[in-house]
Structures are given as C-alpha cells and as structure tokens.
Nanobody, 117 residues
Framework: VQLVESGGGLVQPGGSLRLSCAAS????????MSWYRQAPGAVRELVAT????????NYADFVKGRFTISRDNAKNTVYLQMNSLKAEDTAVYLC???????????WGQGTQVTVSS
C-alpha cells in the first residue's frame, strides 16, 4: 500500500498550489480520502474530506472557500487545490485513506507547504 503526495513547495501569500496524492495497493474507490496538515509543534488537523464516490466533500472552517478537494477514481488520485494561501497554512500536508467497513486506513508521508514572502 502506498500513498504518495506531491505538489508542495514554497509560495507567496495569496498564491496557489495543487497537491496530489497517488494511491496504490488497495481499492481506491472504496475509501474516503482526506487531507490533513501538521505544523511544527501543533496537532494534526483535518483539512478536507471527499467521499469514496466523490459526491460529498467536507472542509475545515479555516479553509472553506479557499481549498477544494477532488478525486479521480480512474487515476487513483486525490487532489487539493489551495488558493489564497496564508502564512498560517504552512504545514506538512498528509493524505489519508479511510474505510469504515471493514475498518482500515492508510497514511502518506506528507508534502511540505510553506507560505512566505
């Protein structure tokens, strides 16, 4: 099983980035997919979730209206489009796959996003 994130980097405040998470080794279309983030010294927090079919999405209040999560089940990939980035968005962004029945889940290694002028 692998979840490989990409697309992170350094961006100026107000800029945009698109993160990708490529999945392999499990039936991607049966898993809900989420992006989490963790800043240094902070707890890991949920950013956004997309249901297995892609029909339902949920966002943390601090990214609503700025970030968009999407998935392509044909490519086994989930995306996070991040616009209007702020310094406080700086963190390692991690991809997560979750299935309730039977219960299982996987994590990626993360990709660093740094928002700074």
């Amino acid at each position: 099983v692998q979840l490989v994130e990409s697309g992170g980097g350094l961006v100026q405040p107000g800029g945009s980035l698109r993160l990708s998470c490529a999945a392999s080794g499990f039936t991607f279309s049966r898993y809900h997919m989420s992006w989490y983030r963790q800043a240094p010294g902070a707890v890991r927090e949920l950013v956004a979730t997309v249901a297995s079919t892609g029909g339902t999405t949920n966002y943390a209040d601090f990214v609503k209206g700025r970030f968009t999560i999407s998935r392509d089940n044909a490519k086994n990939t989930v995306y996070l489009q991040m616009n209007s980035l702020k310094a406080e968005d700086t963190a390692v962004y991690l991809c997560n796959a979750f299935r309730a029945t039977p219960r299982s889940g996987y994590w990626g290694q993360g990709t660093q996003v740094t928002v700074s002028s």
